[in-house]
């Protein structure tokens, strides 16, 4: 069969013959990750630790404590990719465009679960949910509000991946989807940066001979382009910069002894929390640390504390995206199917074949 072929920036062209298989490894991938960090999250790496006997490596039950993950069963998936898969169904149903109505109407639909709504919301999220209930215009309510936490959390970023999914390749368009999709909740420089940085390394990480610097290059145009769109279009907040952030903690994961003390290091310098521009820089700094090793990727994301499901669901999109299926654990992906009822399969089928028509 001819391999799909675009052209790269550069001139040279770029190749996606695995596109199918790297699509279900990045929904696998950032599923597992979302399921591995849920009894992690909002505690200290020390406490993880101390909570669980040393690195968490498999899947955990959260415990009563958990702030938002309680209630749930081992290897039960939270709001990140559950909103994330919602998304990349509604791409298909756009045949690769989205509408900031219909990811409103995703989001609110998403909302009427109550095993995910009202208490796996973030704050930018719950008064999206709220307002939007109440008729509020998709396309301009997530750049209200004058609070700096307002539109600047990491909700957009953690749905994104099928912007980069359904555009393989193209740092530009996945870029863009992404700001649409942040419109009715994150539509802040801040909060499209972050999801800008994710959908872009997602889209480059889908090529055949995509490296490890190619995806970093690319979060980081995703950030500065997601920032633009985001300052111009939205609303422009006070906040660290995502793109800043990314080289910080990349320069950690690369100088570092190993994956803990990279982990240790981001976590202590850049941060791993409910911010776009703690857990998207995280989130690319555990992807470099591991090598862009799928699971190792998840495992760093699920022990570095704080939002740490957030933080390895938008890493293991990337990973996964890179690897493909053949480095994704089996009993890890069949544990998370089985948990959630999920046909990550057929639903990677899906946006497959609208990313093909795509290329």
């Not at 749905?159 to 870029?175: C, F, K, T, W, Y």
């Not at 890493?315 to 998370?336: L, N």
Request: hydrophobic share 45%; with cysteine; proline share 4%.
């Amino acid at each position: 069969m001819q391999q799909p072929v675009a052209e790269r920036l550069d001139g040279e062209p770029q190749r996606f013959a695995s596109l199918e298989d790297r699509i279900h490894a990045s929904l696998a991938t950032a599923a597992i990750g979302d399921a591995l960090g849920a009894p992690t999250e909002q505690r200290s790496i020390r406490e993880i630790q101390e909570l669980f006997g040393g690195r968490v490596e498999t899947f955990f039950e959260p415990p009563q404590d958990s702030p938002y993950a309680k209630g749930r069963r081992a290897g039960q998936i939270t709001d990140d990719s559950s909103q994330m898969m919602m998304l990349a169904e509604r791409f298909v149903e756009g045949g690769g465009e989205v509408t900031a109505a219909a990811v409103a109407d995703m989001v609110v639909t998403w909302a009427s679960d109550p095993a995910f709504f009202p208490h796996f919301a973030g704050p930018s999220t719950r008064r999206a949910v709220e307002a939007l209930r109440a008729g509020a215009d998709p396309e301009t309510i997530g750049a209200e509000g004058r609070e700096t936490t307002m539109g600047t959390s990491n909700g957009g970023a953690m749905r994104v991946a099928p912007a980069g999914l359904v555009n393989p390749g193209s740092i530009e368009q996945a870029v863009e989807a992404a700001a649409t999709t942040c419109r009715p909740s994150h539509f802040t420089n801040v909060g499209v940066a972050g999801a800008g940085a994710i959908a872009a390394a997602v889209a480059i990480a889908l090529r055949d001979d995509a490296t490890i610097i190619d995806v970093v290059r690319a979060a980081r145009e995703g950030a500065l382009r997601g920032a633009e769109i985001g300052g111009r279009d939205g609303r422009d907040s006070a906040g660290a910069s995502v793109y800043a952030r990314i080289g910080t903690a990349v320069a950690i994961a690369i100088a570092s002894d190993g994956l803990d003390s990279a982990v240790a290091e981001i976590a202590d310098t850049v941060g791993s929390g409910l911010h776009a521009a703690e857990a998207v820089p995280a989130a690319i700094g555990c992807f470099v640390a591991a090598g862009g090793d799928p699971w190792l990727t998840v495992v760093a994301a699920a022990n570095i504390g704080d939002d740490s499901d957030t933080v390895a669901c938008m890493a293991g999109a990337i990973a996964g995206a890179f690897s493909g299926m053949s480095r994704v654990p089996a009993w890890a992906y069949d544990r998370i199917v089985e948990e959630n009822d999920l046909d990550i399969e057929g639903l990677a089928a899906r946006v497959a074949r609208v990313a093909r028509e795509r290329i």
